[in-house]
């Protein structure tokens, strides 16, 4: 027998059920769902930005923050319930998801955005021809960071300029390097960043390109003189405070913290433009908290004028009003000024229009670099790990903390990361040039 109640349901509540079905993959009327990976205070930062968007408006957001966001993601992608806007960590998974058609383009949606640098608007492309995001922040990875009491004077401008403070650092008794290998999941990614600043700087960035899209093998000449490189810096007695050891066991997010002791613990650090939030955390020996210009800066990676970035990249799964408006409004000069200005510095955009909200010339000088117009004052290029195949970043990382444990054993390090480029599918592979623009060649 039929059930009398389903039978008599008007067709109308028929019809909002099914809508309400719907609408919890794609966030319903009014309602945008997003997904990222920013939790705690970066994730309270994020939501000053969203709840700005609902002021102006109208239209709520649903937000889940996850440490695991390419593992959720891409589950979502599998069930098709995938959120209406996600803000992906890295170049290579947003080009996967363009590829497979999983985003929609924005090139018509955000039309001309003079504010933005060229470089960027072919970054954000992430070699596939159409625009899929936008920058929520980004990063200067090309840095190298100093404590301004212990290291006056004239910073280094080559490469063996570099060499000569280390090793004169080091002959006097003074350790030059904070390093920490540290970031669990992905222990080793500050090793990486090492390993691509000086390929890039070395070899240039054609080579730095096809290394990046796994045409140049791992053992080839330039590729191991990177290590090397590295290693005449790092894998010496004296150079790292507490040694390699120490190092593999260090927090990256704890390392720079013998700058601010007295005597210093270490004098340099290579790490991202977001090393300035970890500093203003930290404890000087007096107790109170170490300040850009007075107790750190940085200098350029020396070399060329080019430097490695990384980005947030906000992409729109779901082509509804609601995430439309979302993705046009995290691409205003609105927008772009809440979240560096709730710091005043150490969280970038890369909105030229937005450089007013930095307090400090430190956090201006990153700024300028991140929104340089030209290449021929500043060529930006990806985190080349963050552009390769999951396989083969992967077995970077592990690549780098075995080579800080042991650098002798670099030669067969170097063969079994070619073993791997061998192995991963051509077409896993990205051409991302370094940004450039017809009218800057």
């Not at 540290?182 to 290394?211: C, F, K, M, N, V």
């Not at 200005?341 to 909200?357: A, E, K, P, Y």
Request: glycine residues 10%.
């Amino acid at each position: 027998m039929k059930n009398p109640l389903w039978t008599k349901l008007p067709l109308l509540a028929l019809v909002v059920l099914l809508l309400g079905a719907n609408a919890c993959g794609t966030g319903g009327p009014g309602r945008v769902i997003v997904l990222a990976s920013w939790t705690g205070a970066e994730e309270a930062d994020f939501r000053t930005v969203l709840r700005a968007f609902t002021s102006a408006t109208g239209i709520e957001f649903d937000y889940q923050g996850t440490r695991a966001l390419d593992q959720v993601l891409a589950s979502d992608v599998r069930h098709g319930t995938t959120p209406d806007v996600a803000v992906l960590p890295n170049p290579g998974a947003l080009a996967t998801y363009a590829r497979g058609g999983k985003l929609e383009p924005l090139d018509t949606l955000l039309g001309p955005q003079p504010g933005y640098p060229q470089q960027w608007r072919d970054l954000e492309k992430a070699g596939t021809g159409r625009q899929y995001a936008v920058a929520v922040k980004a990063d200067l990875k090309s840095a190298i960071w100093y404590d301004v009491t212990s290291l006056p004077g004239a910073k280094p401008r080559t490469w063996d300029d570099l060499v000569a403070l280390s090793r004169d650092l080091t002959a006097a008794g003074r350790t030059p390097w904070c390093l920490g290998m540290g970031a669990p999941p992905i222990s080793g990614w500050p090793g990486t960043d090492w390993i691509e600043d000086i390929l890039l700087h070395s070899a240039g960035p054609d080579l730095y390109r096809q290394w990046v899209a796994g045409e140049l093998p791992w053992t080839s000449p330039a590729v191991r003189r990177a290590w090397t490189d590295w290693g005449t810096l790092v894998a010496v007695p004296g150079a790292v405070r507490g040694g390699a050891s120490a190092a593999l066991l260090t927090d990256f997010g704890d390392a720079g913290r013998g700058l601010f002791t007295r005597p210093a613990g270490c004098l340099l650090e290579h790490l991202a433009s977001f090393a300035m939030r970890g500093y203003l955390g930290m404890k000087r020996a007096d107790g109170t908290a170490p300040r850009p210009e007075r107790d750190f800066d940085f200098f350029p990676f020396p070399g060329p004028a080019v430097s490695e970035v990384s980005a947030d990249l906000a992409a729109m799964f779901h082509d509804t009003p609601q995430a439309r408006a979302l993705m046009k409004y995290l691409a205003s000069d609105e927008a772009q000024r809440i979240w560096p200005g709730l710091h005043r510095g150490s969280v970038f955009s890369i909105d030229r229009n937005v450089g007013g909200v930095y307090d400090d010339d430190v956090s201006r000088k990153v700024s300028s670099t991140l929104t340089s117009q030209r290449q021929a004052q500043q060529l930006l290029c990806f985190d080349a790990s963050d552009l390769m195949p999951a396989t083969m970043t992967a077995a970077f990382y592990r690549a780098v903390l075995e080579y800080l444990n042991d650098p002798a054993r670099l030669d067969q390090l170097l063969a079994d990361l070619e073993t791997v480029r061998k192995s991963v599918p051509a077409g896993e592979w990205l051409n991302v040039p370094c940004g450039q623009s017809k009218e800057e060649k």
